[in-house]
């Protein structure tokens, strides 16, 4: 009798549980636009260069974070594609190219909504002092078997007369494919208005570059500033570089010889 009496008043307490009204809850959640209490996402550049910074460096990191937690980020170098989102802060970027480049984040919540614009920092690399040699870009990925050109440059030279680059190469990574000594208004060889006097050879064997130029007929004798010299043309098998050997030389207009203070390889990735 006590049971049936306990199994009836269960019953009665579940029907009166069923047919109660909840008590609604209140609002607290930041991340959420409807939550009165909502704030937008934000994220904020906390390290790296300077808003208009030159950096004597080809490698900068970024630091950032976000104004609630669990956010995820995508960030990019302005002209290239953006990241994947992801909860990481921070970004490397190494083996930059002299110029100028813009850091862009952004930064979104868990419940997906997006800051309105990227935050975004501009700065310029300027590392390589002159009198220097270097190639540029200073790092490409490409398809295996793929194709890549790098260009010899010229910094901060003072009345060059003439030029030897010797370069190096591994060729199970690399094969040249080409050679082109600019004779045009490419050259900074050609900015004293004189005539343009170029040699290259390749041994794909060796693993050799040799490009030899010089300026003639041109007022003054020698040229200044920084400019480029020719491009090589090349075909990827492996990652690799393209370096300098103790051959490459700098003579003026007096056939003495330039101090050369930095030379700068490059190197190729596959993608």
């Not at 010299?229 to 990652?239: E, K, P, W």
């Not at 700098?250 to 390889?265: G, P, Q, S, V």
Request: hydrophobic share 40%; aromatic share 8%.
């Amino acid at each position: 009798m006590f049971l049936k009496r306990l199994l009836a008043f269960a019953c009665l307490a579940i029907a009166a549980g069923c047919t109660a009204t909840p008590t609604e809850p209140g609002f607290n959640n930041p991340i959420i636009p409807d939550d009165p209490n909502y704030v937008p996402p934000l994220t904020t550049i906390v390290s790296g260069p300077a808003e208009g910074e030159v950096v004597d460096a080809h490698t900068v990191t970024f630091i950032w974070s976000g104004n609630q937690s669990g956010m995820s980020f995508q960030y990019r170098l302005a002209g290239s594609a953006w990241s994947d989102w992801a909860a990481d802060t921070t970004a490397t970027f190494a083996l930059l190219d002299e110029g100028g480049y813009t850091f862009e984040v952004i930064g979104r919540y868990a419940s997906g909504v997006e800051e309105e614009s990227a935050h975004s920092r501009s700065y310029t690399i300027d590392d390589i002092h002159g009198p220097a040699l270097w190639l540029t870009p200073r790092f490409q990925s490409v398809t295996q078997g793929g194709s890549v050109t790098v260009e010899l440059m010229l910094e901060d030279v003072t009345n060059v007369l003439a030029l030897k680059a010797a370069l190096t190469f591994d060729p199970t990574q690399l094969q040249v494919t080409a050679i082109e000594v600019y004779e045009d208004s490419r050259s900074l060889l050609k900015s004293n208005g004189g005539t343009v006097i170029p040699f290259s050879a390749y041994d794909n064997s060796a693993g050799t570059v040799t490009i030899e130029v010089a300026t003639a007929t041109g007022t003054p004798a020698g040229v200044s500033g920084t400019g480029a010299i020719g491009v090589i043309t090349l075909t990827v098998s492996q990652a690799g570089e393209i370096a300098w050997n103790g051959a490459s030389e700098l003579r003026d207009a007096n056939n003495a010889a330039i101090t050369i203070l930095e030379k700068a390889a490059a190197l190729v990735g596959i993608e």
